[in-house]
């Protein structure tokens, strides 16, 4: 890519970023108003406010993700590896999904985490596994049909990390399957509603690059989709104390 197309890239990322800055601000009054208009305790009561809320917030948090992704879309133009800290990986996974589950359970999805450590010490750029686990579990949820199943599976085998989402969605053409994460780089292939701008998958394999890792896809059509994640276990050689507790000497 030329020296001049890459300064093209970073003033679009910088656009986006304001963009998404001045979303965020909306979409923070927008779901205060949500709270207002339909309070916990009167949704209980009201299986019609009940549905329409949830319709409301189902829509509130896909913009929230259109905006993180638009504040990331400024990472696809450089080839930096991204900081990383010891976390507690399964830990981290395990939130998230409980997080969305509640989403999930709004489309009448059902959301299972498995990982058959407790907690697991990794070096990882936790700001940017959030980003990666949210975005795979949001296109997750999105072509899976009512009373389909999203599973996030967590492994440590052979000095690698496998962090894979799959679901029994409608899966996704063999055409499609070669350049799944160079979207953003064909603009011609951005698919409407709700498809969305196409940012998504190729910040996710941004953030595997950061990590020394790989994103990989698998699907079969009207069966579902599986992509994994995977990158070296390690540990940051600078650990502070809350690492070394989670260490079993």
């Known amino acids: 890519m030329s020296e001049k197309e890459l300064d093209s890239e970073k003033v679009i990322g910088q656009m986006l970023s304001q963009v998404a800055a001045q979303l965020r601000c909306s979409l923070v009054n927008v779901h205060g108003a949500i709270n207002r208009l339909?309070?916990?305790?009167q949704r209980e009561a009201d299986a019609k406010m009940d549905r329409n809320a949830a319709l409301l917030e189902e829509s509130y948090f896909r913009l929230l993700r259109l905006a993180g992704n638009l504040t990331d879309a400024a990472v696809l133009t450089g080839d930096q590896p991204l900081?990383?800290?010891?976390?507690?990986?399964?830990?981290?996974?395990?939130?998230?999904?409980?997080?969305?589950?509640?989403?999930?359970?709004?489309?009448e999805q059902q959301l299972i985490f498995r990982c058959d450590e407790e907690e697991r010490l990794v070096a990882v750029n936790a700001q940017?596994?959030?980003?990666?686990?949210?975005?795979?579990?949001?296109?997750?949820?999105?072509?899976?049909p009512k009373g389909g199943t999203?599973?996030?599976?967590?492994?440590?085998?052979?000095?690698?990390?496998?962090?894979?989402?799959?679901?029994?969605?409608?899966?996704?053409?063999?055409?499609?399957?070669?350049?799944?994460?160079?979207?953003?780089?064909?603009?011609?292939?951005?698919?409407?509603?709700?498809?969305?701008?196409?940012?998504?998958l190729p910040i996710c394999h941004h953030i595997?690059?950061?990590?020394d890792g790989t994103l990989t896809a698998s699907s079969v059509e009207g069966v579902g989709t599986r992509v994994t994640f995977t990158f070296p276990d390690?540990?940051?050689?600078v650990a502070t104390v809350q690492d070394l507790s989670l260490i079993h000497i």
Do not use: W
């Open 208 to 211: 595997a690059k950061g990590h």
């Open 83 to 107: 900081p990383l800290q010891s976390e507690d990986l399964v830990s981290l996974c395990r939130i998230l999904c409980g997080e969305a589950a509640a989403l999930a359970a709004l489309q």
């Open 150 to 200: 999203i599973t996030v599976e967590l492994r440590f085998e052979n000095g690698q990390v496998e962090l894979s989402v799959s679901d029994t969605g409608t899966g996704i053409s063999p055409q499609l399957l070669p350049t799944l994460f160079d979207r953003y780089r064909h603009v011609e292939r951005t698919d409407p509603a709700p498809h969305g701008l196409g940012l998504g």
């Open 38 to 41: 339909a309070p916990q305790d």
């Open 128 to 144: 940017g596994v959030e980003r990666l686990l949210l975005n795979l579990l949001s296109n997750a949820m999105k072509f899976t």
């Open 234 to 237: 390690r540990i940051n050689p």
